[in-house]
C-alpha cells in the first residue's frame, strides 16, 4: 500500500509532463498475480496480489492510454515447469504517432495512470479472487494471498487489443465475495494453500514443529519373543545333536556352541533374555529352534511347530541389527544359523535374503582372503575360514535351487579350505579326525565349488555365448572334475548311478553329498539331453579326431539322456537308505527328488517305448509310495503327495495304457487326451534346469512359481497364483505367516 508520501509524490507528478512508468505483472506457481507499479527516480512501488484470472483481464488495460504504451512483464515459470517453452511480453514507452490507436479518443495519460493506481490499491483491500468466489461453500476454507508470491509466468493475449478491454472501473466494481474467516477445520491449510498466503513462514514453522513433536528419535528397540529355558535343558536338548541339526549350514562346532551358551547363562536368570550380544544371541536361539524340530516326533511336529518358531523369531529380531551394526566373524555364523533353519521352511525368499547377506558380510570383512586370517591363531584361523567357505556353501545352494546370481565370484576366493569335521560323518566314512581332507565340511565345498562352475559356464545365458565344441569341451572338463571328487570317498560309499544295493542305512550327511552329486551330474548333461526329440539318438554335435585321440569321444545326446535319466532315479532310490529323521531336513532336500520326479515324467513322455521306460514308473511309484509313508507318520505332505500322484499317473498311462491301447485297440486312443500328452512333453522339453521347475512348485520365489504354473496349468489346477504367492505342492504347515512370522498390524 502507497503512504502518504507517495500520494503527494504523485500529485506533483501530476503537474510535470508525463514520465515513463512502470507497470509489471508476474504469476505465482498458486496462481495469485502480482501487480509493480514504478516509475524512473522514484524509489517506491505499488505491489498488489490478484488471482490469475484478475491478472488476465487487468494486464490488458495496462497500456490503454494513448501516447504511451507501458510495459507489461511476464515470465512463465509455470510453462517452463510444465515443459513449454517460457516468454516474456514487453511493450515500450513510444509516441502516441507511432501507434494506431484504431480512432480511439485521447484522454488525459497522467489522470489514467492515477486512476489505475487508485484502483490496485483498493483491490489490494477487497482480497478478491475468482478461486475464492468459485470454491467457496460450507467446510471449504481458503488463506489470504501472499503479500510477494514468487513471480511465474501467465500467457497473455496480444496487447494489440487491449483497446477493446472494457474500462478499468469495471475492475474495481466487480463483485466478489471476500475470503471467509473463519477457523480452520484442521491444524493446517489445505495443500492447495498451503505455499500461499501472508502466514507461509508461521505456517510452516508450525508444520514442521508438530512433526517434530511426533517423532520418536530413539534408537531401534530390541525385543524378545520368549525366554531360555535352564542351561541343563537347552544343553541336555541341543549338545548331542548340534552337528546333525547343521547338515546343510556346518557352521559352529560342538565347542564352540557350549562357550556360546555359556557366555549367555554367565550372571544368573537374567541373561536369559539378555541381548548384549546380538550375533550370540541370535546363533543361540536359532540352533535351539532347529533341535527342537529335530528332536520332535513327526506325529507331534504341528504341536511343537510354535515353541521352535518362537525362538526362531527371537533370532530373527536381531537380524536388522546385525545388518546395521555386525562387523565380526560371529555376525557370519549367526546369519547361517538363522539359514539352516530357514532351509526347512517353504520361504525360500527370506531364505535368499538371509544366505545372501551372509554371503556378503564375508566379503565385507574379507573372509574370502588369505591374508584375513594368517596372522591369528590357529583356532581363529579354522573359525575365520570355516565361516567363509559355509557361506559359499549356501550361497551356491541357492544359486542351484533358484538360479539367483551367486554373491561369490569363485575366481577371488584364496582362502584355504575347512579342515575340522564332524564326528558323525568321520565315522561314517571311516576315518580318523586327522584325516583333514575328508572332512564333511571340507567334501562340501568341494562340490560346491564344481556346481558354481556348472552354474557358470553352463546355465542358458553362457551357452548362448559358447559355440559347440567350447560347450562340449566344459561338458567334458566338468564331468571329470566331478567323477575325480567322487573317487574321493571310500568304493563302498561312492555314489553309483546302477541300482542301490547297500543292505544297510546310510549316514544322512553322505546321503546329502550323494544327493548334491546326482544333482551336478544332471544339470552338466541336461542341455544336451533336451535334444532327444530329435530325429536321430546318436547325433554328435561336433567331431574332432585329435581330441578323441586325447581325451576321448565327445558326448552325445543319448549318453546324455541317458546320464540324466539314472541320476534322477538313483535320486529317488537313495531315499531308501536314508534313516528316520525330521519331517524339515527331508523338507529341505525335497526339491531333488521331486525335480528326479520330474524329468521320468519327462522321460516316460518322450520316450515310452524305450528300454527303461518301465523302470521310470516303477521309480516314480517309489517315491509317491516314500510320501505316502511319511504323511501316515504325521509329516504335511498332503499336497507334494497329490502332485506327485498324477505326475505317477500320466507316466504310467504313457508307458503302459496309451502303449497297450495304440498295439491293440489303435482306434480306442482317445484324440483330446494324446494332444494333452503331446502339450505337456513339449512344455518338458523345453525346461532348462528341473530343480528350478521344482522350486517353483514348493516354494515361494515368483518367477519360478510362473514358470511351473505355465507348464503345468492342465494338470494341478495352478494357472493362477496362490493367494500366498507360494507354489501348488509347498506344505502349509512350513509357511512361515501360519505360525505368525509376519508383521501385524
Not at 632 to 656: P, Q
Request: aromatic share 8%; with cysteine; proline share 6%.
Amino acid at each position: 500500500m502507497a503512504s502518504a508520501a507517495d500520494d503527494a509524490a504523485a500529485v506533483e507528478d501530476a503537474e510535470e509532463p508525463p514520465k515513463k512508468r512502470i507497470y509489471s505483472v508476474s504469476v505465482s506457481p498458486g496462481g495469485c498475480i502480482c501487480w509493480r507499479v514504478s516509475k524512473p527516480g522514484h524509489r517506491h512501488a505499488y505491489t498488489v496480489n490478484h488471482a490469475r484470472e484478475d491478472a488476465m483481464a487487468a494486464s490488458r488495460r495496462v497500456g490503454s492510454a494513448p501516447g504511451l504504451v507501458y510495459s507489461v512483464s511476464t515470465h512463465n515459470e509455470d510453462a517452463a515447469v510444465l515443459g513449454r517453452s517460457p516468454f516474456t511480453h514487453t511493450m515500450r514507452k513510444e509516441p502516441a504517432a507511432n501507434f494506431q490507436w484504431r480512432n480511439k479518443p485521447a484522454v488525459d495519460a497522467e489522470a489514467k495512470l492515477r486512476a489505475i493506481e487508485t484502483s490496485l490499491e483498493r483491490m489490494a483491500q477487497l482480497h478478491v479472487t475468482d478461486r475464492g468466489a468459485s470454491s467457496s461453500g460450507p467446510g471449504r476454507t481458503q488463506l489470504p494471498a501472499e503479500a510477494n508470491p514468487p513471480p511465474a509466468t501467465t500467457s497473455l493475449d496480444d496487447t494489440a487489443k487491449s483497446a477493446d478491454i472494457p474500462p478499468h472501473d469495471d475492475l474495481a466494481n466487480s463483485s466478489r465475495d471476500p475470503l471467509p474467516t473463519t477457523s480452520l477445520p484442521s491444524r493446517f491449510p489445505p495443500l492447495r494453500d498451503l505455499f500461499s498466503g501472508p502466514q507461509l513462514l508461521s505456517t510452516m514453522r508450525a508444520i514442521r514443529s508438530d512433526m517434530e513433536s511426533r517423532m520418536d528419535h530413539s534408537p531401534f528397540k530390541r525385543r524378545a519373543f520368549t525366554s531360555f529355558p535352564p542351561p541343563e535343558y537347552l544343553l541336555d536338548l541341543e549338545q548331542a545333536v548340534i552337528e546333525d541339526i547343521q547338515l546343510f549350514c556346518p557352521t559352529i562346532t560342538r565347542k564352540h556352541f557350549l562357550e556360546l551358551a555359556e557366555q549367555q547363562y554367565t550372571g544368573g536368570a537374567r541373561e536369559k533374555t539378555a541381548i548384549d550380544d546380538p550375533a550370540r544371541w541370535a546363533i543361540i536361539n536359532a540352533l535351539f529352534a532347529t533341535a527342537v524340530q529335530w528332536r520332535t516326533a513327526n506325529d507331534s511336529f504341528e504341536d511343537m511347530s510354535p515353541m521352535s518358531w518362537g525362538y526362531f523369531k527371537n533370532a530373527f529380531s536381531v537380524f536388522p541389527e546385525l545388518l546395521i551394526s555386525g562387523g565380526g566373524v560371529s555376525t557370519v555364523e549367526a546369519m547361517l544359523t538363522m539359514a539352516t533353519f530357514l532351509l526347512g521352511t517353504t520361504d525360500a525368499r527370506t531364505t535368499l535374503q538371509v544366505a545372501s547377506s551372509a554371503a556378503r558380510t564375508a566379503q565385507m570383512m574379507g573372509l574370502h582372503r588369505r591374508e584375513a586370517y594368517t596372522k591369528l591363531d590357529a583356532a581363529q584361523s579354522r573359525q575365520h575360514r570355516r565361516a567363509c567357505w559355509v557361506a559359499f556353501i549356501v550361497d551356491t545352494e541357492m544359486t542351484v535351487r533358484f538360479g539367483i546370481s551367486p554373491s561369490f565370484d569363485l575366481g577371488q576366493m584364496n582362502a584355504d579350505l575347512p579342515d575340522e569335521g564332524l564326528a558323525s560323518f568321520n565315522h561314517a566314512i571311516g576315518i580318523t579326525c586327522a584325516e583333514k581332507t575328508q572332512c564333511y565340511a571340507r567334501k562340501l565345498a568341494e562340490l560346491s565349488r564344481i556346481r558354481y562352475k556348472i552354474h557358470d559356464q553352463l546355465s542358458v545365458d553362457s551357452i548362448k555365448a559358447q559355440a559347440g565344441p567350447h560347450h562340449q569341451a566344459a561338458v567334458l572338463a566338468l564331468s571329470a572334475e566331478l567323477e575325480a571328487w567322487r573317487n574321493t570317498f571310500p568304493d563302498h560309499l561312492r555314489p553309483k548311478l546302477t541300482a542301490v544295493v547297500h543292505d544297510r542305512e546310510l549316514e544322512t550327511h553322505v546321503v546329502l553329498l550323494h544327493v548334491y552329486y546326482f544333482d551336478a551330474l544332471i544339470k552338466i548333461h541336461t542341455n544336451l539331453a533336451r535334444l532327444k526329440s530329435v530325429s536321430s539318438h546318436s547325433l554328435t554335435l561336433c567331431q574332432n579326431p585329435s581330441w578323441e585321440a586325447s581325451q576321448g569321444s565327445y558326448p552325445n545326446v543319448q549318453d546324455a539322456y541317458e546320464k540324466c535319466t539314472a541320476a534322477a532315479r538313483a535320486t529317488v532310490e537313495i531315499l531308501r537308505l536314508t534313516p528316520p529323521h525330521s519331517f524339515v531336513h527331508l523338507w529341505a532336500m525335497i526339491c531333488y527328488p521331486v525335480a528326479a520326479c520330474l524329468i521320468l515324467l519327462w522321460s516316460a513322455l518322450e520316450d515310452s517305448t524305450g528300454a527303461e521306460a518301465h523302470a521310470n514308473v516303477r521309480v516314480l511309484g517309489q517315491f509317491v509310495q516314500f510320501l505316502a509313508g511319511l504323511r501316515e507318520e504325521g509329516c504335511d505332505v498332503r499336497n507334494v503327495l497329490d502332485g506327485c500322484s498324477k505326475f505317477f499317473k500320466i507316466a504310467k498311462y504313457a508307458v503302459h495304457t496309451q502303449r497297450t491301447i495304440r498295439l491293440t485297440r489303435p482306434l480306442d486312443e482317445d484324440e483330446n487326451v494324446r494332444e494333452q500328452l503331446e502339450t505337456l512333453r513339449l512344455k518338458l522339453s523345453g525346461v532348462t534346469d528341473w530343480t528350478h521347475l521344482a522350486e517353483g512348485l514348493l516354494s515361494n520365489i515368483p518367477t519360478l512359481c510362473a514358470q511351473a504354473r505355465d507348464v503345468f496349468s492342465d494338470i494341478l489346477d495352478s494357472e493362477k497364483p496362490g493367494s500366498d504367492g507360494y507354489g501348488p505342492l509347498a506344505a502349509d504347515m512350513l509357511k512361515p505367516h501360519n505360525h505368525n512370522f509376519c508383521f501385524g498390524p
